[in-house]
């Protein structure tokens, strides 16, 4: 293509000026030929990018396509089931919610309920009496020699670091552990005051950093660790 490139543009050039003897208005293409011809030999004199010096100027188009790919696929090819980690149907229904429109569909779904992995509810022939459920279903943690034993939620809120959040994401989730009864992995990050701000439950997570627990040259400090397991907030730990 470069080959191609250095045969066309003299041609081109040269062609509109013989042409233009015959036909003076002719010369109003070296508007079009003339940025053309000085972009293919700037692509073919850079070093930064193979695929413009190999195909001068058509080589852009590739940039282009990759730069507007997610519009393409999100409007024209993805279908409203595919999108990850949320697809078309749960945007929408956020989107919907967000404004306060009404988010109720028919019934029916658009998902393959066959497919491996789909989870579902159904109606039970014989459902228990109300008052026989248990309405704050809870998992007993802790053996015989367990000194603080913990009944966990089935439902918590999942490690995420401190530094990967902020200051007000932490303090919203952790006050919500504790308004609604369950537990608030703190993430790698170990414990922050805004963890303990509003005083939910804590399930403090210890990774290969030892963050929380370490000594200056990054080994693991016994004392700090015991101090912050003995918090009031710490429920469980996490290794």
Not at 145 to 168: E, I, Q, R, T, W
Request: proline share 5%.
């Amino acid at each position: 293509m470069k080959t191609f490139f250095f045969i066309a543009a003299p041609v081109l050039v040269i062609g509109i000026g013989v042409l233009s003897i015959w036909f003076p208005n002719a010369l109003w293409w070296y508007i079009l030929v003339g940025p053309l011809v000085l972009i293919g030999l700037i692509d073919t004199i850079q070093a930064k990018q193979a695929i413009r010096r190999n195909y001068p100027i058509i080589g852009h188009f590739r940039y282009l396509l990759e730069s507007v790919r997610p519009e393409i696929m999100q409007y024209f090819v993805e279908t409203d089931t595919e999108g990850r980690p949320f697809n078309r149907i749960w945007r929408t229904m956020i989107y919907q919610r967000a404004k306060n429109q009404r988010d109720t569909t028919p019934f029916g779904t658009q998902m393959n309920v066959y497919d491996a992995g789909y989870e579902w509810l159904e109606h039970s022939m014989y459902p228990v009496a109300s008052e026989q459920i248990w309405a704050d279903p809870r998992v007993f943690v802790g053996g015989p020699d367990c000194k603080k034993p913990y009944l966990a939620s089935m439902l918590n809120v999942s490690a995420m670091s401190f530094g990967s959040l902020s200051k007000n994401a932490i303090e919203a989730l952790n006050w919500g552990a504790k308004k609604e009864g369950f537990a608030h992995n703190t993430g790698e990050g170990s414990i922050s005051p805004h963890h303990l701000k509003h005083g939910g439950d804590l399930i403090w997570q210890i990774g290969t950093g030892y963050f929380g627990c370490r000594t200056q040259d990054g080994k693991f400090h016994p004392e700090k660790f015991r101090e912050k397991a003995t918090m009031e907030e710490v429920k469980m730990i996490e290794i």
